[in-house]
């Protein structure tokens, strides 16, 4: 009898005692990101060798890799409880472009940091000897060539939960106009297969977006609501007339000869050396579709300076964008091009005063993207991808634009 109670009391008492019982937690005001003290040349020239300790109120099984495009760390943790975490403050997150956390499958754990650049895992280790649990990962800078990321970042990040629920202020859109410009249009059906054409389909995907981008309370201007023809340069005009902080192109073309397939987000570059990317951009400059309105040939030197000053501010931050939008995708499980960001000289991104890409949501001549496309769930997903992309490329607009005041 006395033994009985003994047990329930233990029963009862359980949940309250050792740790050892419930989940792990990470202790973020214990933990930290830190550059290595290392020597001065590596400090001048960078990039620098980088620390990460994460405290954790007991040891855990973990493992520990790195994706490509960008260059990430994933760590997974086994019987740790991230959902509640505000990892994203730990000490030193502003050396990384990002952190995100989350549940992830059978009881693991996952926190993805995107890193300022190619590393390699010089050592990882998980320290018990004192009160707290330590993951001890050294980081090390490699050139880009020596880069050893897992083969499919896609597939190593498919099953990641929705990073947005994790950030406890939910963000919002108020003040950010972005102009949404579903490609071709009218008698220009863009590319087609079977019975469904780019113009059509892109246009479906950019309402649906509309829609999604409206409801964070973000001002979308398009550059085309139904099956009309609109200029390249009216496009970068309407843009330009509603205000627009950010333009988004929508494409899903025709997939050149031997390449792969998988959504692409493009930026301005003068210089693209991809093949397809060149045969892309060489496609949609096609002069019977410009009515005689790309200026392309017509820039004098004075014009071409100034737009490269302009440029200077805003490349960055087309840049920017666009990896927030591939990593958001990447972990919404969309299919990615091996190679997710690319530089095209596409006419439309070429306003060198607001943040433009140009994202090709797949393509329309592959099996297996035109299904995805087809696809209301899988249109979902990426609409979703694209709002969060938005507004996580926002707040660190803001956060700039806040750093610039001071
Ligand atoms: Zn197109």
New binding site residues.
């Given amino acids: 009898m006395i033994r009985k109670a003994a047990l329930l009391v233990l029963a009862l008492l359980l949940p309250f005692m050792a740790h050892a019982q419930g989940p792990a937690r990470i202790d973020v005001g214990a933990s930290s990101v830190t550059w290595q003290d290392v020597g001065w040349w590596q400090a001048v020239f960078g990039p620098r060798a980088m620390d990460l300790s994460l405290a954790l109120d007991q040891a855990v099984p973990y493992r520990v890799f790195l994706v490509g495009d960008p260059a990430r760390l994933v760590i997974d943790l086994k019987g740790a409880n991230l959902t509640a975490q505000d990892l994203p403050q730990i000490f030193g997150h502003d050396l990384l472009h990002a952190v995100r956390s989350g549940s992830f499958q059978r009881g693991w754990s996952r926190i993805v940091l995107e890193l300022p650049g190619p590393y390699r895992v010089a050592s990882a280790g998980m320290d018990t000897r004192g009160a707290l649990a330590r993951l001890d990962i050294a980081l090390w800078p490699v050139a880009p060539d020596q880069f050893t990321p897992r083969p499919s970042a896609a597939a190593a990040l498919r099953n990641l939960p929705d990073p947005a629920v994790l950030s406890d202020t939910p963000i919002r859109g108020e003040g950010l106009v972005v102009t949404l410009d579903p490609?071709?249009g009218g008698f220009d059906p863009?590319?087609q297969s079977d019975d469904i054409t780019?113009?059509e389909l892109?246009l479906t995907f950019a309402l649906e977006l509309r829609e999604a981008m409206q409801a964070k309370g973000i001002t979308v201007n398009m550059t085309r609501d139904k099956d009309d023809f609109v200029a390249l340069e009216q496009r970068m005009t309407s843009a330009r007339a509603a205000g627009s902080h950010l333009l988004i192109s929508?494409?899903?073309?025709?997939l050149p000869k031997g390449q792969a397939a998988g959504a692409t987000v493009y930026v301005w570059s003068n210089s693209a050396d991809d093949r397809a990317a060149r045969q892309?951009a060489a496609?949609?400059e096609r002069k019977d579709l410009l009515l005689g309105m790309d200026l392309t040939g017509q820039d004098d030197a004075l014009a071409h300076a100034l737009m490269d000053f302009a440029r200077t501010d805003t490349q960055p931050r087309s840049e920017g964008y666009a990896r927030q939008l591939t990593s958001r995708m990447a972990l919404m499980g969309i299919g990615l091009h091996g190679r997710p960001v690319q530089g095209a000289a596409f006419s439309v991104l070429k306003s060198p005063d607001i943040t433009s890409v140009l994202l090709?949501l797949g393509f329309i001549t592959d099996g297996y993207d035109r299904a995805k496309m087809s696809d209301p769930l899988w249109r979902g997903r990426m609409v979703q991808a694209v709002t969060e992309a938005t507004l996580g490329w926002w707040k660190d607009e803001a956060a700039r634009g806040d750093l610039l005041r001071r």
């Fill in positions: 490609g071709h863009g590319a780019e113009a892109v929508l494409h899903a073309d025709a892309l496609r949609h090709e």
